[in-house]
Nanobody, 121 residues
Framework: VQLQASGGGLVQAGGSLRLSCAAS????????MGWFRQAPGKEREFVAG???????YYGDFVNGRFTLSRDNAKNTVNLQMNSLNPEDTAVYYC????????????????WGQGTLVTVSS
């Protein structure tokens, strides 16, 4: 099983980025998928996640700026990030296959390699 994240990069404050995560080796259409992030010196933090066809959950800091979407036919999960600020700078990881704790990093079985997002002021 592989999760391949892409779309990170350098953006100015106020800008947007779209992260994508393509899964292979297993069909995750019936599983939860999500995004986490980790900034230097900080713990991994829940960004967004959803069960297949269900409610989408966001981290408290998102405040309507990010939108998670899934394409179960393509086995992908995307994260549209708008109004980025320097505090959003982190490595962003996609993850899949959680138990019922969709907000908890240790609940996820599969992880991508991470993609770096840097927001300049």
């Amino acid at each position: 099983v592989q999760l391949q994240a892409s779309g990170g990069g350098l953006v100015q404050a106020g800008g947007s980025l779209r992260l994508s995560c393509a899964a292979s080796g297993r069909d995750f259409s019936a599983d939860g998928m999500g995004w986490f992030r980790q900034a230097p010196g900080k713990e991994r933090e829940f960004v967004a996640g959803s069960w297949s066809g269900g409610r989408i959950y966001y981290g408290d800091f998102v405040n309507g700026r990010f939108t998670l979407s899934r394409d179960n036919a393509k086995n992908t999960v995307n994260l549209q990030m708008n109004s980025l600020n320097p505090e959003d700078t982190a490595v962003y990881y996609c993850a899949a296959g959680p138990d019922y704790r969709i907000r908890s990093a240790d609940a996820y079985r599969y992880w991508g390699q991470g993609t770096l997002v840097t927001v300049s002021s």
